[in-house]
């Protein structure tokens, strides 16, 4: 018996690398359009990033600020997919519903705190 396989994985090369970059950007738009977590992060974002290539003065601060903030975005993105997978599922109250949406949210607000954390540790170190 062979294994069921996508018709989205037969790329390959550029022209994975392309569909790749078009995945991308087509997943920042929705989220940037219908989250506003998301957009509120960008332009967060926007102001830390520089701030941190300001502020830092090794590399190494620079690095950690950034990615500090980066990784807040990753999981809003990650928390997005979650959300909006589960309401495609079922818009129902149900419990394990609730608790997709609930770790979704929580692994935000660790990855809030923990750029807080970096940036405090960085400039106040």
Do not use: C
Request: aromatic fraction near 6%.
């Amino acid at each position: 018996m062979t294994e069921p396989v996508s018709p989205y994985k037969g790329k390959t090369g550029l022209r994975r690398l392309l569909n790749a970059i078009g995945y991308t950007w087509d997943g920042l738009r929705a989220a940037f359009k219908h989250e506003d977590a998301f957009r509120q992060e960008v332009f967060l974002a926007l102001l830390l990033i520089p701030l941190a290539l300001y502020l830092g003065s090794t590399g190494v601060e620079r690095a950690l600020m950034i990615a500090a903030v980066l990784g807040v975005l990753m999981v809003e993105l990650l928390n997005s997919a979650v959300e909006a997978a589960v309401d495609r599922i079922s818009l129902e109250h149900h419990l394990l519903i609730k608790r997709a949406k609930d770790m979704g949210s929580a692994a935000v607000m660790i990855a809030l705190v923990n750029a807080v954390v970096v940036w405090a540790l960085v400039l106040l170190g």
